[in-house]
């Protein structure tokens, strides 16, 4: 059974660092064509994707996001890590993390189980 | 930047079909996956690779692509349809999602 959690601060203060944890079960992160992704909501918007790490520990990131986002693996706990720099009001939003099934096969990949999600709000 | 376009709403009557579209330059040649989001709850696969559902969807989901356009198809809508559904496509190594559609039934 492939489970994902998010974890993590629920509110961060402008200019702060963000650290987000993703742990798994039920699949290795070793394994060929499977990825864990983040995906955020803000209130009454649209799915937004963030990034992604593959089995090979290859990080993909938004373009938009490239300078600030950070996503790592520590494949023996089981967990994505993703750090987000200098965060701002507009980052508010529900945060996911999810797994890729035929990740990077030719665009096949898609987000076949996902985390409940974690709301995280950036306020002073 | 590679761009997917829903429409904001969709309403049906129950019993009746729903369609849902989502809109890209040459969207056929790129897979299309879709996913249900409720209220409250994680986003949900219910299409993947244009046309395929994963096990425990029912079969009135269905979805196509061709041209510009991928459409999730709903059948027999259910007030347990209800929700927004969201496009999603590959750009090279980026992941693209529409804008998302909300589908009311009533």
């Known amino acids: 059974q492939v489970t994902l959690r998010e974890s993590g601060p629920v509110l961060v203060k402008p200019t702060q660092t963000l650290t987000l944890t993703c742990t798994f079960s039920?699949?290795?992160?070793?394994?060929?064509?499977?990825?864990v992704s983040w995906i955020r909501k803000p209130p009454g918007r649209a799915l937004e994707w963030l990034g992604f790490?593959?089995?090979?520990?290859?990080?993909y990131s938004r373009t938009s996001l490239k300078t600030r986002l950070t996503i790592s693996k520590d494949t023996s706990k089981n967990q994505v890590v993703l750090t987000m720099t200098n965060m701002d009001p507009s980052d508010t939003a529900t945060y996911y993390c999810?797994?890729?099934?035929?990740?990077?096969?030719?665009?096949?990949?898609?987000?076949?189980?996902w985390g409940q999600g974690t709301l995280v709000t950036v306020s002073s | 930047s590679y761009k997917l376009t829903q429409p904001p709403s969709v309403s049906v009557s129950p019993g009746q079909t729903a369609s849902i579209t989502c809109s890209g330059d040459?969207?056929?040649?790129?897979?299309v996956c879709w996913y249900q989001q409720k209220p409250g709850q994680a986003p949900l696969l219910v299409i993947y690779?244009?046309?395929k559902r994963p096990s425990g969807i029912p079969e009135r989901l269905s979805g196509s692509n061709s041209g510009n356009t991928a459409t999730l198809t709903i059948s027999g809508t259910q007030t347990m349809d209800e929700a927004d559904y969201f496009c999603?496509?590959?750009?090279?190594?980026?992941?693209?999602f529409g804008g998302g559609t909300k589908l009311t039934v009533l």
């Open positions: 999810a797994r890729i099934g035929r990740c990077l096969v030719g665009g096949e990949g898609h987000f076949d189980y």
């Open positions: 039920g699949f290795s992160l070793n394994t060929n064509r499977l990825c």
């Open positions: 790490i593959d089995w090979d520990e290859d990080a």
């Open positions: 040459k969207l056929e040649e790129r897979y």
């Open positions: 690779q244009d046309t």
């Open positions: 999603q496509a590959w750009d090279s190594t980026t992941v693209v």
